[in-house]
């Protein structure tokens, strides 16, 4: 079953805008990842954020969570078009032996336009 | 991706045949992850290994096999592949530090 759920599924706007995916999952979690996916590609990690952390930023991006909403979101500004990707969010639910066993949701897939 | 690669890129494949797919890495990451891609269902875990001969199941890991006989190589053997097992199928390697999957670049696997 997919913990994270994902909003909106898709998402077009300008270059120069900023674009906002939020991620909503169902569990408590030791953090929360975003991923970028580029058509045909392999998914490249972007930011992380633990539990006890409300806010990270990275360059361009900026991730919120929201552990009583259990909910996530994730800012991208002044994009570009080679924003041009799917995002996923991804919970890390913790547990034993330091094994990572991700749940993703099923993504947003961003469109830039030039 | 650097340090994690996969084989065969792609592959089709007749039902009921057994086929096996490669995740060979350099970073000497204990971890080791088998994922599919499917739409609508976005990433699920089929198996992951935490160390040599150590592996264990995911959540869809049905008519799945999976072993590791040392650190850098992770094998995924589907025993008697089915159209249903048609997907992408994705490594990842993590430290065990709680960060960030590194991922390969996907082998997209037909079965016909």
């Known amino acids: 079953s997919q913990q994270g759920e994902e909003d909106p599924q898709a998402l077009s706007i300008q270059e120069g805008e900023n674009a906002t995916m939020n991620c909503s999952y169902k569990?408590?979690?030791?953090?929360l990842q975003w991923y970028r996916q580029n058509s045909g590609r392999g998914l490249v990690h972007l930011i992380l954020?633990?539990?006890?952390?409300r806010e990270k930023h990275s360059g361009r991006l900026r991730v919120t969570l929201d552990t009583s909403k259990k909910s996530s979101s994730l800012l991208i500004t002044a994009s570009r078009a080679a924003d041009t990707a799917s995002y996923f969010c991804?919970?890390?639910?913790?547990?034993?032996?330091?094994?990572?066993?991700?749940?993703f949701g099923q993504g947003t897939r961003l469109t830039i336009n030039p | 991706d650097a340090g994690i690669t996969q084989s065969p890129r792609h592959k089709v494949t007749e039902t009921g045949t057994p086929v096996t797919l490669r995740c060979h890495q350099t970073?000497?990451?204990?971890?080791m992850y088998w994922y599919r891609q499917d739409p609508g269902h976005g990433l699920r875990l089929i198996h992951y290994?935490?160390?040599?001969?150590?592996?264990d199941k995911g959540e869809v890991s049905d008519g799945y096999s999976v072993s590791r006989s040392k650190t850098e190589d992770f094998l995924l053997t589907l025993e008697s592949a089915t159209s249903s097992q048609t997907s992408v199928y994705f490594c990842?390697?993590?430290?065990?530090?709680?960060?960030?999957?590194?991922f390969g670049s996907g082998t997209r696997l037909t079965v016909v």
């Open positions: 569990t408590s979690i030791n953090n």
């Open positions: 954020i633990r539990s006890n952390e």
């Open positions: 990842a390697i993590t430290t065990g530090n709680r960060d960030g999957y590194t």
């Open positions: 991804a919970t890390d639910p913790g547990g034993v032996q330091g094994a990572q066993k991700l749940v």
């Open positions: 970073e000497n990451h204990r971890y």
């Open positions: 290994s935490y160390g040599v001969k150590d592996t």
